[in-house]
């Protein structure tokens, strides 16, 4: 067992929260039928959210040129396009037990803080201290105008957080669900277009950020580490 007290995280817009919420509550309180629609919801929401805090929102805060928004820009597209023709093909095949096991799964991977006096709902998943540890040394090289030194350890960091957020948010959930053959195979072509597509941005896009960008860049990764729950891995 290994503790993680680490989050990267985000926060949920107020549509998602409350759409999973009455989810989670109603498969908890016994619901008899599946719920194909608020799971499609859900998960379509849930995915424009992930996009826009891990992609959209740094490449605009970080000014980034209009062809280098452009390769953002595709690179959403394409992850939307193939993970909604996942959860489209899949959503109304779930029976009633493995929509429990959906909303169980996304009670874990979301916590509420307390944001100056206000409580907020995050939807995050646990890092481990010594990955989180690397990274803040990064971004702090970065913030301090240096971002070339930290290059490296930038690029190894958005590319292990890239394999652990699809773990979490796809591979994981998957397993739970114990997809027949086929809608596992759809879902793995998911993930696999996925993942190359997000690698292939962090290659081409984090290398050409001039010192002013990668400064705001590590910034914001640095923000979304938050101390949350611990978090046990069995």
Same mark, same amino acid.
């Given at each position: ?22 989810? !989670? ?10 719920? &194909?629609?608020? !799971? ?100 702090? !090289? ?59 941005? !962090?290659?081409?896009?984090? &290398? ?27």
């Amino acid at each position: 067992m290994s503790d993680h007290s680490t989050w990267v995280a985000f926060r949920s817009s107020e549509t998602l929260h409350q759409t999973t919420d009455g989810f !989670i509550r109603r498969m908890r309180d016994g619901a008899s039928r599946p719920e &194909p629609e608020t !799971i499609e919801k859900i998960m379509s929401v849930f995915m424009q959210e992930v996009l826009h805090n891990f992609f959209i929102v740094p490449t605009e805060m970080a000014k980034l040129p209009p062809s280098t928004q452009k390769i953002v820009q595709f690179t959403v597209d394409t992850i939307n396009k193939a993970t909604h023709l996942v959860i489209k093909s899949t959503v109304k095949k779930l029976d009633i037990d493995q929509n429990r096991r959906a909303a169980e799964y996304m009670d874990t991977v979301r916590f509420t803080l307390d944001v100056k006096g206000e409580e907020m709902w995050f939807v995050a998943f646990p890092l481990n201290e010594m990955m989180a540890a690397k990274g803040r040394k990064a971004f702090e !090289i970065g913030i301090n105008g240096d971002g070339r030194q930290a290059m490296p350890m930038l690029l190894e960091y958005f590319h292990q957080l890239t394999d652990i957020a699809l773990y979490w948010y796809f591979e994981e959930p998957m397993k739970l669900l114990r997809f027949g053959p086929i809608m596992r195979k759809l879902a793995d072509v998911g993930i696999a277009t996925t993942r190359k597509a997000t690698h292939t941005v !962090i290659d081409k896009v984090i &290398p050409g950020m001039n010192p002013e960008q990668l400064a705001i860049a590590c910034q914001y990764a640095k923000m979304q580490l938050v101390n949350g729950p611990k978090h046990h891995d069995a």
